[in-house]
């Protein structure tokens, strides 16, 4: 699975962005779809996790109620609403895709098998 994330930019605290990733190569609709997060000096962190029909998902404790992930298998394509934006909220942000029908929507790097290369978020102040 090839995966391209987009949407990333500049915004304001409060704001809101909706982060696009495009897959191609695979049957979409076979994988559960995750984002994780890489702010400037940390490790790569888990935000949430889609499963392959976007009947279920589940998010960080740090983004819950705020951060919404979404799918259009028709589009090949999820997507992360981010509201009210936080300047802790910078950091480049991936999309991840694993195998979506062993029960597991994944939350730790190893569990994705493809990753997109990433889109800059970057909250002002």
């Known amino acids: 699975v090839q995966l391209q994330a987009s949407g990333g930019g500049l915004v304001q605290t409060g704001g809101s962005l909706r982060l696009s990733c495009a897959a191609s190569?695979?049957?979409?609709?076979?994988?559960?779809m995750g984002w994780f997060r890489q702010a400037p000096g940390n490790d790569r962190e888990f935000v949430g996790a889609?499963?392959?029909?976007?009947?279920?998902?589940y998010y960080a404790d740090s983004v819950k109620g705020r951060f919404t992930i979404s799918r259009d298998n028709a589009k090949n394509t999820v997507y992360l609403q981010i509201n009210s934006l936080k300047p802790e909220d910078t950091a480049v942000y991936y999309c991840g895709a694993r195998w979506g029908f062993d029960g597991w929507l994944g939350n730790k790097l190893n569990e994705f098998a493809y990753w997109g290369q990433g889109t800059l978020v970057t909250v002002s102040s």
């Open positions: 190569g695979r049957t979409f609709s076979h994988y559960a």
């Open positions: 889609i499963s392959w029909s976007g009947g279920a998902a």
